[in-house]
């Protein structure tokens, strides 16, 4: 890799720090056009958004694994970028870590529940209505005054109905909640709420009327990230094994070697340049995708799909799922 002395891994990291000032003008330019665009450029510009927040997520992911910047106040100024174009990022990136830090098996979970199918119509009406407001970063500010006034396990229990997912909303706002952490999500939260009230205020239809119906479609996809990351692994508990690969190129060089994801848990310190050259240190009769991960579905695996629903937890080492079954 080639280091410099801004740059502390590579100078090709200098793509992931440009996703934030492209996809602002993205954003901003339109806004800007929204109204002389007919509406089937609007619909065609809906997936290339959900592209754009894959990109950003890629680049982030990779920034708070291996900050780019030797210097720090450089780091946590990208960090407030992402966080404008993407989600506020100090409370995203503790979750990331407890992700790491906590093994977990995806094998059971389903993704009709992951995606919110199985509710009825009038709850994904709510659903959408409270998005509203939380778009304009409501839901944000409540829970930093509750932390103000609460102790966190209330804050928790108010957050996370599920008792089960108790103890690690506890753990989130107690990270959050140290002084440090707390100036860097109020700088994050901040960034996030100054671009939609930009864009608001740019043209109140467009964030209205397309902007937030658009990141409502993009964030129900994008919560089944994780799911499609680590559904079928081979062995959940096994860090050689816990989740699924995919090697598609057009994926991996939008999401800056997202798909390497079992080398990523294997290695998370590994900088994404390097993760092509972990595969062979990985078993090859681990379950690896193509393509990209959102085909990991378990239509397009019905096989894997009854041998989970059978009560395989931990499928056979053997299984290979490299090509798109029947």
Excluded at 172 to 186: D, G, S
Excluded at 271 to 298: G, K, M, Q, S
Aim: charged share 15%; glycine share 4%; proline share 7%.
């Amino acid at each position: 890799m080639s280091k410099s002395r801004l740059f502390r891994y590579s100078r090709l990291d200098a793509l992931g720090v440009a996703v934030i000032p492209f996809q602002l003008a993205c954003f901003i330019g339109l806004a800007l056009a929204y109204e002389q665009l007919p509406w089937l450029a609007l619909v065609l510009i809906a997936p290339a958004l959900f592209a754009l927040s894959l990109q950003s997520s890629g680049a982030n992911h990779n920034h708070f694994h291996t900050p780019v910047f030797h210097q720090r106040w450089l780091n946590g100024l990208v960090r407030v970028g992402f966080s404008a174009i993407g989600n506020p990022k100090t409370p995203h990136n503790i979750g990331h870590g407890m992700h790491h830090a906590t093994p977990q098996s995806w094998n059971e979970s389903s993704i009709l529940e992951m995606l919110g199918l199985k509710r009825p119509l009038h709850k994904h009406v709510k659903a959408f209505l409270m998005f509203i407001p939380e778009s304009l970063g409501l839901k944000y500010l409540v829970f930093l005054v509750l932390l103000r006034v609460w102790p966190v396990e209330r804050v928790a229990a108010f957050a996370t109905p599920k008792e089960d997912e108790r103890k690690v909303a506890v753990k989130l706002f107690e990270r959050i909640k140290q002084p440090t952490t707390m100036r860097a999500a109020q700088l994050d939260i901040a960034a996030w709420i100054a671009l939609r009230v930009l864009l608001c205020a740019i043209n109140w239809r467009f964030f209205f009327f397309y902007f937030v119906p658009v990141q409502y479609v993009i964030e129900m996809l994008r919560q089944t990230e994780n799911y499609l990351q680590h559904w079928g692994a081979s062995d959940p508990f096994d860090d050689t094994r816990d989740s699924v690969s995919c090697y598609g190129r057009l994926y991996n060089w939008l999401t800056f070697n997202l798909g390497y994801h079992q080398e990523h848990h294997r290695r998370p310190g590994a900088h994404w340049l390097e993760l092509p050259r972990l595969r062979h240190e990985l078993p090859a009769d681990r379950r690896t995708v193509p393509f990209t991960h959102y085909i990991n579905l378990p239509v397009f695996y019905p096989s894997v799909a009854r041998r989970l629903s059978a009560g395989c937890a931990v499928l056979p080492a053997a299984v290979d799922e490299t090509t798109v079954q029947p």
